[in-house]
């Protein structure tokens, strides 16, 4: 559907919503009618909806606020440039003495004056000089007006244009896409803000940048009726026959649930998957079905372990969630509380807890991440595993990533706190599978020091002194880690964790 063919009221709503908001508002006026018109369009109620009813939150809410707009500076006023000082020479005549003019001035106005008042003939103005005067000159000009052959200004939000091509996502033809506002045909046309007729007026002009590309002319549809597809990064202009429509995509989508749940082969539905990623970005088509595409993509990525592939699809999830489709933002939001806790980014972290609303707090699996969150931020290692055990959802696959740096971290502050603990302790607390996985992780770690092992040997047998006594293996469950010697190692421990290794970071 081209921008020419959307209903004139419409249009014209759009224009007066835009017209009504201010600078601190109008990116959020211009996400909420990105979100009302996708919902309207995919309904079918753009012809049926009564729009001058309809009233945008964002602007309700910049109601009650007074903008001071200070009166326009007055024109400025030039004196005029005082009349040149014409020296008058003494004349001698036979008749009259000898009369002179003023006093005479100092040596370098004399010099300066000398060269001024040089014949005209003599003069010789170069053409760097000519041009900078030209320059000063029209700094006093008044800018053109309305008739003249002004910049033009900036087109409407909705503009007739007959060669704009009605293919491309509904984004890219509403102009709803970022914080500016683009037209179809307006492709690298950029904001500039300046004064007056010199570049820096508060008003908004648009600049058409001839380097960058109008997409919505090079949309092209797929023709291919292959269900599987390998991924081989694009080189040069894809090729409509070897790019999958949608519904051919919807089918490849069935086909690949079903394969990876009879076979698990990640190499293959990693490959397949990113091939149809690949299908989906090249004909721009950013639907609900987009949002189905990555979040299945996502979940097996996480089962895999492939965190980065997980956060490919992560990014681009958040894009098209903030575009108003369906999906489960909530469970992903979770996800990427925790994904930001294992990557220790502190300043993302702080400004998503910053935009969280009480609606999304609200969410099970939010409510765990956040709760989570906190027991790091406090450094209560039992808190933080007794989550770990009841983790919604997949969060657990993050949680692994990260876990072993927290019991290290744990271990560390016991041994500091304790002189000594039983081994089943230490499993129960640091939420271990058994005493065996413990012991193993203490052995990894060098920590595996016990008060009560290797036991002492047994006394010898006085009647038979020559027979040697074998030492018995102390019982996992009855082993007691001696945290005063343990602890220089477990300290050491900690350092080991300290980078985090972020394979496929994008975001």
Known sequence: MSASSWPPHVKAWVQECLAKATPSNKAAVTAELKQILFAAHRDGQLDSTNWDMVELQSLKQQAARVTYNPPPPPPPVYAPPAPPVTPTYAVNTPSSPSTSFTPEPSSKKQKKRKKDNFPTSYQFVSAEEEEAKARRAARFQAPPSNGGQAAPAAAPWFEDNSTASGGGSLGARLGLGGGSVIVPGQAGRKKLKGKGGLGYSGEDVMEVDPNVMDWDKHTIRGTSTKLEKSYLRLTSEPSPADIRPLPILKQTLQLLKEKWKANRNYAYAVDQFKSLRQDLTVQRIKNDFTVEVYEIHARIA????????????????????????????????????????????????????????????????????????????????????????????????????????????????????????????????????????????????????????PPAPPPRDPKQPWLHMAAR???????????????????????????????????
């Open 302 to 453: 996480l089962e895999a372990k492939d965190l980065g592939e997980y956060n490919q699809c992560q990014s681009m999830l958040r894009q098209l969630y903030e575009l108003g489709l369906k999906g489960h933002p909530e469970e992903f939001l979770s996800y990427r509380i925790i994904y930001l806790l294992h990557t220790r980014n502190r300043s993302d972290m702080a400004a998503l807890l910053a935009q969280l609303t009480p609606k999304e707090k609200a969410d099970p699996g939010v409510h765990h991440a956040l709760q989570v969150q906190a027991a790091l931020a406090t450094s209560n290692y039992t808190r933080f595993f007794r989550l770990f055990l009841i983790a919604p959802n997949m969060s657990g696959y993050i949680l692994d990533h990260f876990v072993e740096r927290e019991r290290s971290a744990a271990l560390a502050v016991m041994s500091k706190a304790y002189l000594s603990l039983p081994l089943p302790y230490l499993t129960q607390t640091l939420a271990f599978d058994d005493d065996a996985h413990t012991h193993t992780f203490l052995h990894d770690h060098a920590c595996d020091v016990y008060t009560n092992h």
């Open 473 to 507: 293996e102390t019982p996992l469950h009855a082993r007691v880690w001696d945290c005063r010697k343990a602890h220089p190692v477990a300290a050491r421990a900690v350092e080991k964790y300290r980078v985090v290794d972020l394979k496929g970071q994008v975001d």
